[in-house]
């Protein structure tokens, strides 16, 4: 969660009032609920458009982070599945995966 109440940027000239709001980041569909909540108040007028495009651009560079997460989760269990159809493919020709050509022990 990210509390952007009475959180003033540095250099901000604007006469706006601070965004008096919670973010709540901590998966992927609150913080599209989240985006969403900033869009519609930037829509209305609520949010100036400084305090917007930083809001913007940081949840471009959060997003980043979460397709990378994503992307790596999903590397590890196609690889399982991968691993997996593999020994089964050799189980029902009767090779035994974990062994090499001439049956001795080996790293997958």
Do not use: H, W
């Amino acid at each position: 969660m990210i509390d952007t109440e009475n959180k003033q940027e540095k250099g901000n000239q604007s006469n706006t009032p601070p965004l008096s709001m919670r973010l709540s980041l901590n998966n992927v569909k609150n913080s599209r609920a989240s985006m969403a909540r900033i869009m519609r108040l930037y829509v209305a007028g609520q949010i100036d458009d400084t305090t917007f495009r930083n809001l913007i651009y940081a949840f471009s560079s959060f997003i980043k982070f979460l397709t990378e997460e994503k992307k790596e989760e999903m590397e590890v269990r196609l690889d399982t599945l991968e691993k997996t159809v593999r020994e089964a493919q050799f189980s029902i020709i009767g090779v035994d995966v974990n062994r090499d050509a001439e049956g001795q022990p080996c790293d997958n």
